[in-house]
């Protein structure tokens, strides 16, 4: 099975509408959202009905968040486009996580860590052996992260952690415009950039990452 992962998508149905078109060719069987649906960019309501009619599963990203915690009808003090009523009902159907089985394989999709959809997965604060541990305690092979618009791998005899970046092609913010491809069979992860579809190297996450005063 291939999984297609986007995050970030932020109000732009076009990237959205590329990254479906891509998958398509790429031969992806499902496809999944990390969050952050809207936020920055001007199109809330198209992205939300793309996702609807390609019947893609989404967790909930902060910007979701903040979405529905504003009065309706309120500016988004990011610049995004305003999400009508029905984006909104969307918006407050979407799990914070997400766990996907196909086979013996075990999936976990989160916006910015397993803990909170405000935390960076970064090397830092997540150095390979925080997140070898932080596999074998959620007892997923795949974990699916977002939040920092930021491609990365890592894997280890625990399992594979994958952010894909940020889908959104616009201006408003920084972006990496990259989705990503994991192959459940033979476990591994290619990326790709949202506008042509042309594999990106990203380098795994090393062991050397690791320190021993890092804490989960």
């Known amino acids: 099975m291939k999984l297609g992962l986007i995050s970030d998508v932020h109000g732009d149905p076009q990237a959205l509408k590329r990254a479906l078109a891509l998958f398509r060719d790429l031969g992806a069987d499902r496809i999944v959202c990390a969050g952050d649906l809207v936020g920055y960019g001007p199109f809330p309501d198209e992205v939300v009905a793309l996702l609807t009619e390609h019947k893609i599963d989404c967790v909930r990203g902060n ?19 305003v999400p009508s009523r029905a984006t909104l009902e969307f918006l407050s159907r979407l799990p914070p996580d997400l766990l996907l089985a196909d086979g013996q394989r075990v999936a ?51 399992g594979l952690v994958v952010n894909p970046g940020s889908l ?21 992860v290619t990326f790709h950039h949202v506008q042509n579809g042309l594999r990106l190297d990203v380098p795994p996450w090393p062991e050397l990452t690791d320190t021993p005063d890092a804490a989960l």
């Open 63 to 81: 910007h979701d968040r903040w979405a529905l915690a504003r009065p309706p009808g309120a500016p988004d003090e990011f610049g995004g486009g």
């Open 108 to 158: 976990l999709v989160v916006h910015g860590s397993h803990r909170s959809d405000m935390e960076f997965v970064t090397p830092e604060r997540f150095p390979a052996h925080v997140l070898r541990q932080t596999l074998t305690s959620l007892t997923a092979d795949l974990l699916v992260v977002g939040h920092t618009h930021v491609p990365m791998w890592y894997r280890c005899d625990a």
């Open 168 to 188: 959104i092609a616009l201006p408003v913010v920084k972006s990496s415009r990259t989705f990503a491809l994991v192959d459940l069979d033979h476990f591994t």
